[in-house]
């Protein structure tokens, strides 16, 4: 279910979650470290994530993890978030 909100569209935690084939975690972290914004809707919780971002984000990393090959481009940086955690 897209949003429109002011022009922009707006995906859901879990329709962003699906377009980057990520888990919500990896989700948060990527908003707290700053590759991604947030937005809350209304006074409710729920959080909402600009299609436009979540597509720059999903663009060329994506489809060349599916092929097996190094990403390259605007998303191709992205580390995954369990390099995140460093030694425990």
Do not use: N
């Not at 707290?32 to 597509?55: A, K, M, N, P, T």
């Amino acid at each position: 279910m897209v949003v429109w909100l002011d022009g922009d569209a707006y995906l859901t935690a879990r329709e962003a979650c699906a377009r980057l084939g990520i888990k919500p975690q990896t989700l948060y972290a990527y908003v707290s470290r700053g590759l991604l914004r947030s937005f809350r809707q209304g006074i409710r919780r729920r959080r909402l994530y600009r299609r436009r971002e979540i597509e720059t984000l999903a663009g060329p990393a994506r489809s060349a993890r599916r092929a097996g090959r190094r990403p390259h481009g605007p998303g191709a940086s992205l580390p995954r978030a369990e390099d995140w955690i460093g030694d425990r």
